[in-house]
């Protein structure tokens, strides 16, 4: 299983980015999946998921209405969409995925699988 993320930059406040998540050897749908980022100094932070069990999406409460997380089967991608971006989610953004139940989601340890990360920042 390998994970491949894309899509991160340097974008005003204001402004959205998609990151992509390309995933080799599985189907998004038999895992579950989530983005997590980490600010330097910080925590890692998880911040959306969708279930393996029912389908349903999980969002952080700093970036619900802002974020979206979304899967494609069919090109075994799983994405970010972005917007309303502020300074504060200035961090590099890892997707990650288990192919069990993860509880909570945003057990970070709890992910057998990880990309490399993608940096994104938000200028003021």
């Known amino acids: 299983v390998q994970l491949v993320e894309s899509g991160g930059g340097l974008v005003q406040a204001g402004g959205s980015l998609r990151l992509s998540c390309a995933a080799s050897?599985?189907?998004?749908?038999?895992?579950?999946i989530a983005w997590f980022r980490q600010a330097p100094g910080k925590e890692r932070e998880g911040v959306a998921c969708?279930?393996?069990?029912?389908?349903?999406?999980y969002y952080a409460d700093s970036v619900k209405g802002r974020f979206t997380i979304s899967s494609d089967n069919t090109k075994n991608t799983i994405y970010l969409q972005m917007n309303g971006l502020k300074p504060e989610d200035t961090a590099v953004y890892y997707c990650?995925?288990?192919?069990?139940?993860?509880?909570?989601?945003?057990?970070?340890?709890?992910?057998?699988?990880w990309g490399q990360g993608t940096q994104v920042t938000v200028s003021s």
């Open positions: 990650a995925a288990d192919p069990d139940p993860v509880s909570p989601w945003v057990s970070w340890s709890s992910y057998d699988y």
């Open positions: 050897e599985f189907t998004p749908d038999d895992y579950t």
């Open positions: 969708i279930s393996r069990d029912d389908g349903n999406t």
